[in-house]
C-alpha cells in the first residue's frame, strides 16, 4: 500500500513516535535549538553592490536573494541553497542529505513524480542539483523570460513535497548503487572515504556525503520527512540569481512566490571543532585494485578559522607550486625526473567552515613502492621548508592561479555557485570577489611559513591502498548501474 506523508497531514501513532524519536536523537548529538521565539520579521533594506554587479534582499521570512546582473547573453541561473549537508548527520543517519536531494524531485502536492524536471525541459532549461558536506543546492538554467517558472517549482516543493513509500523504496536503491559503482567498486575512493574517517576523529566531516551503506539501508521515509521539515525552510536558504536580468525585477518575483512561506525554527548545529592531533595515523585499505595508491594529508586551517587571514592564499599557492601542470614540481621532479610516480597530485579547499585537511595523493611508477612515493613527496615539503620559492616561480604560480579563477568566474553558472556557496558556509561571499587581489599579495616567505607551520608528522594521516586480486565476478560488476532521478 502507498503511504504519503505531506507536512500538515495527519499521522498514526507508531509514525508519530518514531519521528519524535528521530527529532529527540538528532538534538541531542548535533543540534542545539535557537531562543524559542522566531523573530517576526527577517527583511532587510536591499544593499547594492555596483563594483561586483551584485544586489541583495532578505525577505521577511528570512530568505536571502542575491542577484548578480550578467548582460552578455540571455540567460539566467537560479541556484537555491539550503544550509544542511552530511557535516550536519548524526551517525545512524548518514545519506540524509542526499537522499533528500533525489526525492525533492519525486512530487509535491502539485506535482507528480519527475513532474518538475519536465516542466523545466519543456521550457527550454536544464536542471539538476548537488549535496556537498555543508548545503545541498538546486539549480535551473534558462531562458532569461523563463525564470519565473524556477521560482514557482522551487518555492512550490520548498514546503509542499509530497514523500511516497514506492517512490523512496525505488529511490534509496539508486542511492545504494550509486555508492556501490563510485565507492565500493571505486578502490581510489574508496581508499580515500576511509582516510577522511580515519584523519577526522569528532569532526563530522568523517561522514561520506551519500552515506554509509548500513544507514541507508536502515533509513525510513519518516527520516527524511523529518529532515525535510527541520531544514527546508525560506529562513535558512539563499536564492542566486545570476544572468540577463535586473534585480527589481528578481526580488519582485521572489516576493510573489516566496513571501507567504512560513519560516520555522532551525536547529543550530553544535560546533563539533575537530580536536587536536598529537600523533601520526596510518591506515591500510586492502581492496580490489590493479595498482596501490597513496593518500597523505596535514590538517591546515581555512578562511574562516586561521590565525592570519594570509595563510589559506598562501596555502593554495603552495598547492600550485607542487601541483600547477606540467611546469609544477610535482610533475618535473616526481614523474620526470625521478619517476616514482605514474600521477600525483596535491588538494585543499580554502572555503569551507571546518578545519580542513590538505591532501596529496598518488600512484607509484611501475617497480616503485608507495614507502619511495611518500618519501618522495616529503622531500619535495623539505626542499619549500627550507628554501623559498623563487620569484619567477612564484610569478608563475600566480598568474596562473589567478587566471584559473578569473576563467571560473566568467561562467555565469560557477559565478552563482561560488556566491551560494560562500554565502551559505557562513563566509562572506566578498571574500570569493576579492579572492585574485588577495593570492596577488601573497609573498615567497608566506609560502615558506605555511609549510614550516602545517606540515608537521604530528598532525599527518597516511592511507595506503593494498591491492587484492580482482576476481571475474567483481570484474563484471564494476561500472554497472544508472545514476538517475
Known amino acids: 500500500m502507498t503511504l504519503l506523508i505531506k507536512t500538515g497531514q495527519k499521522m498514526n501513532k507508531k509514525c508519530l513516535f518514531s519521528i519524535l524519536l528521530l527529532l529527540l536523537a538528532v538534538l541531542l548529538s548535533a543540534c542545539a535549538t535557537q531562543n524559542s521565539v522566531i523573530p517576526a520579521n527577517f527583511a532587510k533594506p536591499v544593499k547594492h553592490y555596483p563594483q561586483y554587479q551584485l544586489h541583495e534582499k532578505t525577505l521577511a521570512n528570512g530568505l536571502k536573494i542575491i542577484v548578480k546582473e550578467d548582460h552578455r547573453a540571455p540567460v539566467v541561473v537560479s541556484q537555491i541553497w539550503y544550509r544542511v549537508g552530511s557535516s550536519y548527520e548524526a551517525n545512524g543517519l548518514t ?178 571543532k575537530e580536536i587536536a592531533q598529537i600523533g601520526e595515523r596510518r591506515i591500510m585499505v586492502k581492496a580490489p585494485a590493479q595498482v596501490p595508491y597513496l593518500i597523505m594529508g596535514y590538517k591546515v586551517p581555512t578562511i574562516i578559522n586561521a590565525k592570519e587571514k594570509w595563510e589559506p592564499y598562501a596555502l593554495d599557492v603552495l598547492a600550485s607550486v607542487l601541483d600547477g601542470g606540467s611546469s609544477a614540481r610535482f610533475s618535473e621532479e616526481l614523474i620526470r625526473v625521478k619517476q616514482v610516480a605514474t600521477s600525483v597530485g596535491a588538494g585543499y579547499d580554502a572555503f569551507t567552515p571546518r578545519q580542513e585537511i590538505y591532501t596529496f595523493s598518488g600512484t607509484p611508477a611501475q617497480g616503485k613502492t608507495v614507502q619511495e612515493l611518500e618519501a618522495a613527496i616529503k622531500e ?55 579572492y585574485e587581489n588577495n593570492i596577488k599579495k601573497v609573498t615567497a616567505a608566506q609560502v615558506q611559513e605555511v609549510a614550516k607551520r602545517y606540515f608537521i608528522d604530528d598532525t599527518l594521516t597516511v592511507a595506503v591502498l593494498d591491492p587484492q586480486e580482482i576476481t571475474q565476478s567483481r570484474v563484471s560488476n564494476v561500472g554497472g548501474g544508472r545514476h538517475a532521478r
Do not use: C
Open 380 to 434: 619535495e615539503l623539505e626542499k619549500l621548508k627550507n628554501k623559498p620559492v623563487t620569484a619567477k616561480e612564484l610569478s608563475r604560480v600566480k598568474a596562473q592561479t589567478v587566471a584559473g579563477k578569473v576563467y571560473q568566474k566568467d561562467s555565469v553558472f560557477y559565478s552563482a555557485m561560488t556566491i551560494g556557496m560562500l554565502e551559505t558556509i557562513g563566509i562572506n561571499w566578498q571574500l570569493g570577489e576579492e
Open 95 to 272: 545519506g540524509l542529505s542526499h537522499v533528500l536531494e533525489h526525492m525533492m524531485f519525486k512530487g509535491t502536492e502539485n506535482l507528480g513524480p519527475n513532474e518538475f524536471s519536465k516542466i523545466i525541459a519543456a521550457n527550454g532549461g536544464r536542471e539538476n542539483a548537488f549535496t556537498g558536506r555543508d548545503y545541498t543546492a538546486y539549480f535551473q538554467t534558462m531562458e532569461r523570460n523563463r525564470f519565473p517558472v524556477s521560482f514557482r517549482l522551487e518555492a512550490d516543493r520548498m514546503r509542499n513535497l509530497v514523500l511516497d513509500a514506492e517512490e523512496f523504496a525505488k529511490e534509496i536503491k539508486v542511492v545504494m548503487e550509486e555508492r556501490r559503482m563510485r565507492t565500493e567498486d571505486n578502490p581510489q575512493r574508496l581508499t580515500f572515504e576511509q582516510f577522511n574517517a580515519a584523519a577526522y576523529v569528532n569532526s563530522p566531516y568523517n561522514i561520506p556525503v551519500i552515506g554509509w551503506m548500513q544507514d541507508l539501508e536502515s533509513m525510513s521515509i519518516e527520516d527524511l520527512q523529518t529532515w525535510y521539515e527541520y531544514w527546508y525552510a525560506p529562513n535558512n536558504a539563499t536564492l542566486v540569481v545570476a544572468g540577463d536580468v535586473t534585480p527589481e525585477e528578481i526580488f519582485a518575483e521572489a516576493e510573489k512566490h516566496f513571501a507567504s512561506i512560513k519560516p520555522t525554527r532551525v536547529p543550530v548545529p553544535k560546533p563539533q
